[in-house]
């Protein structure tokens, strides 16, 4: 494996255990796509402090290449998935969440309303991915090629192109 992911869901009901997490089954799958180990999942309601606290913790402690979190990206009231990742991440990385409401946007009539970020935090990507497991074997089979790119290109090995290729 070449480096370490840390996996959040984030679901106030799953997280009581109203109802089975099924988010972590097509997140692990993606992280062994990109050749990482799990490092971490954890299933935690949808607390802003906490999220962020999370995704520092992962960043910052731990040196995760990736942070992957699914859930709370939508426009309830309750979903601050995406303004704890923007309290935490120092670069944004728009492209990314934009190529996955493109993706969603032939399975879903409510594509348009994820709100999920992405970035990076010190060398380590975060990536919000809804909370469906359908939409995130979706979204991330068109974006995993691009994440393994990004992730060699942030740790500064050789990413086939320029100079270093």
Known sequence: ?????????ISTSRSAGSA???SREPLERLAARLELEVN???LIPD???RIEGLLR????EEACELI???GGTGVAPSDVTPE???AVIERHVPGIPEAMRDASRAHTPNWMLSRAQAGIRGTTLIVNFPGSPASIEQTGEAIAP???HALALIAGRPSGHGADG
Do not use: C, K, N, V
């Open 146 to 148: 691009a994440l393994g």
């Open 1 to 9: 494996m070449a480096g370490r992911a840390a996996l959040i869901s």
């Open 84 to 86: 704890a990742t923007l």
């Open 20 to 22: 089975p997490d099924h």
């Open 47 to 49: 607390d802003r402090e």
């Open 57 to 60: 913790r992962y960043s910052d």
């Open 68 to 70: 992957l979190t699914s």
């Open 40 to 42: 971490a999942f954890e």
